[in-house]
């Protein structure tokens, strides 16, 4: 492969791992709005505490999946990082900041 393909495959994996990363702050994100919009739309309705449980509790089950795909996204992206440097290629994978480990 030529350096002018590899650039260009590391370049289309670097805006694709910065989408994905993007849409799954979004899904979490509107997750969220949507689980605190439950218990408001129950009260506005006047109904008990049981109705909605079920939904509270699949849509939190989905909000975690949601955690989980984003951590297993970053772990990632750390790897990528770490091959496009192995094959000479260094590009910010969607940002430019340094990534210091964080808990």
């Not at 506005?44 to 989980?68: D, H, T």
Request: glycine share 10%.
């Amino acid at each position: 492969m030529s350096y002018a393909n590899t650039e260009a495959a590391a370049q289309a994996v670097a805006q694709l791992l910065w989408r994905l990363e993007t849409q799954l702050d979004e899904a979490f994100a509107t997750g969220g709005e949507l689980l605190a919009a439950l218990p408001r739309a129950r009260s506005a309705a006047n109904l008990p505490a049981i109705a909605g449980q079920q939904a509270f509790e699949v849509l939190g089950q989905a909000i975690m999946a949601i955690g989980a795909a984003r951590g297993h996204t970053v772990a990632g992206h750390r790897v990528i990082e770490k091959l496009g440097k192995q094959i000479g290629f260094e590009t910010s994978f969607g940002d430019e900041k340094p990534k210091p480990d964080f808990a």
